[in-house]
């Protein structure tokens, strides 16, 4: 990612930052100890340059660009963490959806 792009992507994602949430009980979102930092999603395909960081992603993770999530964009401050856990769904989550699950994660940093 060049610097242009990862000044653009902040640049999208800074007026929609919020502390962010896990899947709680029942689906529902809700505010955790476990994650205590903050940020949001870009939606795909809405902007050109995401667009073009997907493709390259998809190209990189030899997978179908439709197989893809929106990025999400984080933000952790001084001593705000996301403890280890599993990253893909639990089997109730996906009863009725289908290809849902992860099968990998792409981690970029905007910044040092």
Do not use: C
């Amino acid at each position: 990612m060049s610097p242009e792009e990862a000044e653009h992507i902040i640049t999208l994602a800074q007026p929609s930052v919020k502390r962010v949430t896990i899947v709680g009980h029942d689906n529902a979102p809700a505010e955790s100890e476990v994650r205590t930092n903050s940020g949001m999603f870009i939606h795909r395909f809405k902007d050109p340059v995401v667009t073009r960081l997907q493709k390259r992603v998809a190209h990189l993770a030899m997978l179908p660009l439709t197989n893809g999530e929106d990025i999400q964009v984080l933000n952790y401050g001084i001593g705000q963490e996301y403890q280890v856990h599993p990253d893909f769904f639990a089997t109730d989550y996906l009863k009725d959806r289908e290809g849902w699950q992860r099968l990998a994660t792409v981690i970029v940093y905007l910044n040092n």
